[in-house]
């Protein structure tokens, strides 16, 4: 491929969940601007005290907007929690934490949405407000609901993840409404466009992030059949997961807790895996190309860095069959 042409190949589109993958598209936003479109897990949405909620699409948006708290992970930095501490005194529901900032973005979105608004053009809006370069979209406007059967009988995503704290034993995860969700139509777009140089899928949960998007109808299909190569970065480090259940519900659904094991639930789409050197052992099982990089990502240094070794990883997957 010549260097004209590779300069057109220049789109990359991520797929991503909370707060792993959010780093991840961080460093990617910092190399690529606006030829990124990050696309967003909305599977964890609820409608919590009346308000439209919709986690993940606010951890990508502060996270590129360097509003996030370092130490959650999700909501803002710097926050104060007036709201909650009088919520409290009138006795209502305080196991959902929300910062006074933050609510401004549930109130404000639960406002458009109910005067008609799409969350793809509410989350855009807020984008552009917040400056950020990247196109942050929800997998679909139509609503999708992670749902867990455990042995606390079925929850909803946020009532396992948060006011449980991932204590019940996972039997089987549902994605309500994904066979008649429809992808955004922007994102079947770039996915066809022949300037798209890299679908990357980061490293978020398989189960509670990254497969939520592919049960969106026609999703998968369009990756698939994207222009440009697929690679994935593992969540898991050293057979134990960052943050979060991963590796907790990977045991309970019978997944081994391994890079390779997450790679083998895409693995119909890759054609390339990104996984931490400490895995660089298991390589060789997956039968595509794999490169071991550093996958702990505590800087904004390690963010970008990891970005860059991706995007070459891809890179080098196009060389290879132009
Ligand atoms: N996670 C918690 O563990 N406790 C909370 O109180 C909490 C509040 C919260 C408020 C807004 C928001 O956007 C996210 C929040 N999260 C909280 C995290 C959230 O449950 C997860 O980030 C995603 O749903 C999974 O990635």
């Given amino acids: 491929m010549s260097a004209a042409d590779n300069l ?14 959010a780093k991840l598209a961080l460093g990617l936003s910092r190399l690529l601007g606006g030829d990124l479109m990050v696309v967003v897990n909305t599977g964890d949405d609820f409608d ?4 439209a909620i919709s986690p993940d699409l606010d951890t ?18 710097d926050e104060t929690w ?13 196991w959902f934490a929300l910062g006074d900032g933050d609510l401004a973005t549930h109130v404000e979105r639960t406002r458009r949405r109910a005067a008609g608004e799409t969350l793809s053009a509410v989350t855009a809006d807020f984008c552009r407000r917040l400056g950020i370069a990247a196109r942050v979209l929800p ?12 042995d606390a009988g079925w929850l909803d995503f946020q009532d396992y993840f948060v006011r449980r704290r991932c204590a019940p034993r996972v039997l089987e995860v549902t994605y309500d409404g994904a066979a008649s969700a429809r992808p955004h139509a922007d994102v079947l777009a770039a996915l066809a466009d022949p300037r798209l140089r890299a679908v990357v899928i980061c ?40 943050k979060g ?5 990977m045991s309970e659904l019978g997944v081994e807790v391994s890079a390779t094991a997450v790679a083998r639930r895409y693995r119909d789409l890759l054609d390339g895996y990104v996984l931490d050197r400490a895995d660089a052992g298991e390589a060789a099982e997956l039968g595509i190309p794999v490169t071991a990089a550093h ?16 995007l070459a990883s891809a890179d080098a997957l196009t060389k290879a069959t132009a």
């Fill in 8 to 21: 057109c190949k220049r789109r990359v589109v991520a797929l991503c969940g909370g707060i792993g993958g």
């Fill in 48 to 51: 919590h005290l009346g308000l």
């Fill in 60 to 77: 990508v948006m502060y996270t590129l907007a360097g509003l996030d708290d370092p130490q959650r992970g999700w909501g803002r930095r």
């Fill in 82 to 94: 007036t709201f909650m501490a009088a919520l409290a005194a009138l006795g209502g529901e305080t």
């Fill in 139 to 150: 997998m679909s406007d139509d609503g999708v609901r992670t749902r867990l059967r455990t």
């Fill in 203 to 242: 490293p978020s949960n398989p189960f509670l992030s990254i497969e939520p998007i592919l049960a969106v109808a026609g999703l998968r299909e369009a990756i698939a059949h994207a222009a440009a190569p697929v690679t994935a970065v593992s969540p898991i480090i050293g057979a134990r997961a960052v």
């Fill in 245 to 249: 259940p991963t590796a907790k519900m």
């Fill in 295 to 310: 996958t702990l990502m505590a800087s904004l240094t390690d963010r970008e860095e990891l970005a860059r070794q991706v």
